[in-house]
């Protein structure tokens, strides 16, 4: 089955600390990204990466670092510099470079930090 | 700055309705558009697209209009059932040379389907 996977689905935190937070994909997508979600929001993106060893800033990167290490997997960390890290974690895969380009998700992390 | 707007938060439909969803958008670069269905603490599942060379796009019950002059957009879904009771985000994209998509999301809309 093809898809995308995000571990864990619950995670908690005490303030201070960092935690990664996984997502892998079995798609053979090039990009992949990270999006956080609050409540009564839309996402917004974090970071995403077109290739491997490569990857950019989104909209709201202060406080969190990524990695793009294997083309399957691009783990999110978040920082104790990330001053509201609650929040629910989404990460999606695309394509790239289509003209249509489609992510597609992952099931998400909720993170709260204790 | 909201790109992309869903200024309908919350939307009931009788089941057997059509249900219609809006949205609208400000950045004239904007050329593809995606609608997306979310269960709580689930993540989003992709419904339908639409490239800004058409004005109309079907798939099944769902089908999503484009108006590019007046920057807006709008998914049906007809007839509507129960289980399609979710939060319906849109989102737009811009093409950008040598880069990957980055989506801009609305705020979501809210659908209840009544049986």
């Known amino acids: 089955d093809g898809g995308i996977t995000q571990s864990p689905k619950y995670l908690f935190r005490k303030e201070g600390q960092n935690v990664t937070l996984s997502c892998e994909q079995n798609?053979?997508?090039?990009?992949m990204y990270w999006y956080r979600q609050d409540p009564g929001q839309g996402l917004r993106l974090i970071y995403y990466?077109?290739?491997?060893?490569?990857?950019q800033k989104g909209d709201i990167a202060e406080g969190y670092s990524v990695s793009r290490e294997k083309k399957e997997s691009f783990p999110l960390t978040v920082t104790s510099a990330q001053k509201n890290p609650t929040a629910f974690y989404l990460c999606?895969?695309?394509?790239?470079?289509?003209?249509?380009?489609?992510?597609?998700f992952g099931p998400g992390t909720r993170l709260t930090v204790l | 700055d909201q790109q992309v707007k869903q200024n309908s938060p919350s939307l009931s439909v009788q089941e057997g309705r059509i249900s219609i969803l809006n949205c609208d958008y400000t950045?004239?670069?904007?050329?593809?558009f995606l609608w997306y269905k979310k269960y709580p603490a689930e993540g989003p599942t992709f419904l339908i697209s639409?490239?800004?060379?058409?004005d109309k796009n079907e798939d099944g019950r769902f089908t999503v209009f484009l108006n590019k002059s007046a920057k807006h957009l709008s998914l049906h879904i007809v007839p509507s059932q129960p289980g399609d009771s979710a939060v319906y985000f849109c989102?737009?994209?811009?093409?950008?040379?040598?880069?990957?998509?980055?989506?801009?999301f609305g705020s979501g809309t809210q659908l209840t389907v009544l049986p």
């Open positions: 999606a895969s695309s394509m790239g470079g289509v003209s249509t380009d489609t992510q597609y």
């Open positions: 798609l053979n997508h090039d990009a």
């Open positions: 990466s077109q290739i491997v060893n490569d990857f």
């Open positions: 950045n004239s670069m904007f050329d593809y």
């Open positions: 639409i490239s800004s060379i058409k």
């Open positions: 989102a737009a994209s811009a093409y950008s040379s040598g880069s990957a998509r980055q989506l801009t």
